[in-house]
């Protein structure tokens, strides 16, 4: 294991990186490389790593905690939970679920982020604030991956604990783990040994520390907690139990990324005829994946501290919980129809796809040519910050590529994918699609 890790290491260039791998018994842990590259201390068991979108997976299981204190489900409305949330734009809010919220169904776009300070009321403004938003599509309806939906649901678990998102965390965790290292709050965090995070500057070069905390307090319930990957495996332990349940729904996805989406975790493919359920984070340097095997207690959980090892942490971890467990590597992926989960909102042949699609943090100008289309993508500042560690007022640098056409209104490269629907009871409301988040195509005149 240690060769393996070591491998990775050299090839994505990352600092460190932890392992735990737990076969529903004994946790093991497998440490490599460097916690700080400044200090040279060395990634150990007890070194905590942020967890980025990871903390999704325990807030979905935090919140399932507080509905089941209360004797309440998934299908609650929300606005019964938060009647202050009541609010009407050109899709009503009031119709969302708890369980909308937790599989990425509300419609709620995608990326809120403003910080709302430290105080008791922070998240509370952040929800009333997010709901004011037109929703890019009914409840219930598309799914299109939301950091906003999380924040509300670290809302919704305030008032129906009382107690703060944070306390109500390590409280409950503590619960059932005794001494834990989970914990959204940096005092809490830095008084133990603790992973610096490493950032890719975007003109290449030498990597960049990032000094600063990922997630403001209101919006940590979508990416603001850390913690060893001992602890999250064990913690992984009830999660399973809580979160993959049956009857519990999986929703259809978008694209060939994952194979459905379900309270707190996606559903991955593992092999030809094996999933796994997990999530994959990322935050200001560091990156995060768990992987939980759907027909075995095996789950792998996964650390580093190079955000550019982003889109190869989750490989890693699969490539780990096949090795353990001696998995065979899934055969090629079929060309089955990306859309197959939105028959009903597939484009009719004439469709111009060229345009401006845009969601909260990012803005996406298309232009089309025989069988490929030409994309250039802005991203917001915070997501510079995020990615390259700098400061940047306007955003980062046009990011460009070209897709190819591989099916009728699917394009794709390498590492991307682009699929293009239109809303079924609003045929002039198109969307671009990468997979994982949807973004709705304006009309507007001026550039």
Not at 209 to 228: Q, V
């Amino acid at each position: 294991m240690l060769n393996l890790l070591q491998d990775w290491l050299d090839a994505t260039g990352a600092p460190g990186v932890s392992v735990a791998i737990d076969d529903g018994q004994t946790i093991r842990c497998f440490c490599a490389g460097m916690a700080d590259v400044r200090t040279g201390a060395a990634v150990v068991e007890e070194t905590a790593f942020q967890l980025g979108s990871v903390s999704k997976s325990i807030t979905a299981f935090l919140l399932v905690e507080a509905l089941s204190d209360k004797e309440m489900k998934l299908d609650t409305p929300v606005v019964d939970i938060a009647p202050d949330l009541r609010a009407s734009n050109e899709y009503a809010f009031h119709d969302t679920t708890v369980g909308h919220l937790l599989s990425h169904t509300s419609g709620l776009d995608s990326q809120w982020w403003v910080d709302m300070g430290q105080g008791a009321g922070a998240r509370r403004a952040a929800a009333r604030a997010i709901v004011s938003l037109p929703l890019i599509a009914p409840p219930g309806e598309l799914f299109s991956y939301s950091n906003s939906g999380y924040v509300l649901a670290g809302y919704l678990t305030e008032i129906l604990t009382g107690q703060r998102w944070e306390e109500f965390a390590e409280d409950r965790i503590a619960r059932f783990l005794g001494s834990h290292s989970i914990s959204a709050r940096p005092d809490r965090i830095l008084i133990r040994p603790i992973a610096a995070g490493y950032a890719a500057p975007p003109d290449g070069g030498e990597a960049r520390h990032t000094a600063h905390w990922y997630a403001p307090a209101a919006l940590s319930p979508g990416g603001g907690l850390a913690g060893t990957p001992a602890d999250i495996a064990r913690l992984m332990r009830l999660i399973r139990a809580r979160l993959m349940a049956p009857p519990l729904p999986i929703v259809p996805t978008v694209g060939w990324r994952y194979a459905g989406w379900g309270p707190g975790l996606a559903r991955y493919r593992l092999g030809e005829t094996s999933y796994c359920r997990g999530h994959d984070g990322t935050t200001a340097g560091q990156v995060c994946a768990v992987r939980l095997r759907e027909d075995h207690p095996g789950t792998v959980v996964v650390a580093a501290n190079a955000v550019w090892a982003a889109s190869q942490i989750g490989a890693l971890a699969e490539d780990i919980l096949r090795a353990t467990w001696g998995l065979a590597d899934p055969p090629p992926l079929p060309q089955s129809d990306p859309l197959s989960g939105y028959a009903h909102w597939q484009l009719p042949a004439d469709t111009n796809l060229a345009g401006r699609y845009t969601r909260l943090n990012a803005t996406m100008t298309i232009t089309t040519a025989p069988d490929e289309i030409a994309v250039e993508e802005l991203y917001s500042p915070q997501d510079a910050m995020n990615w390259f560690g700098v400061e940047a007022g306007g955003g980062t640098k046009p990011v460009r590529e070209r897709l190819r056409r591989t099916a009728p209104y699917s394009y794709a490269s390498t590492g991307k994918e682009l699929h293009f629907l239109r809303h079924p009871d609003d045929r002039a409301r198109l969307y671009v699609h990468d997979g994982m988040r949807a973004s709705v195509r304006t009309n507007r005149s001026w550039t």
